[in-house]
């Protein structure tokens, strides 16, 4: 059996790549983002290792994109409470939720959701 190992760089370059992948549709008449702090939202509690992924990305952005990228852990309810927070949240690009598989499995699991995926 083969053996794999993921590199620090490796992990961070195929998640920065993943979000990303989207931004270069962004507006012209827009300021040139992030011109001010950004929330990454982990839907688990702390020590994971989403949220140790997630510290690790927002310590990268902050350092390239020279601007301050916090981690707040909204754990609970099957991850609903950081869904729906950030769903809530302006449309502006400046509270991010760093999806997990439930995301895509909510409704099912659920039923009615507070927010439209």
Do not use: C
Request: charged share 20%.
């Amino acid at each position: 059996m083969a053996s794999f190992k993921v590199t620090r760089r490796a992990l961070l370059g195929t998640i920065a790549g993943g979000l990303a992948a989207g931004s270069g549709m962004r507006a012209h008449a827009e300021d040139a983002w992030p011109s001010r702090m950004v929330r990454l939202i982990s839907p688990y509690g702390p020590g994971g290792s989403n949220d140790i992924s997630l510290r690790l990305l927002a310590e990268e952005f902050g350092r390239s994109l020279r601007q301050q990228f916090i981690v707040e852990n909204k754990p609970g309810a099957g991850t609903r409470i950081a869904n729906d927070m950030v769903a809530h949240a302006p449309g502006d690009g400046y509270t991010i939720l760093y999806v997990a598989a439930p995301y895509a499995t909510a409704e099912a699991l659920f039923g009615k959701l507070t927010y439209e995926r």
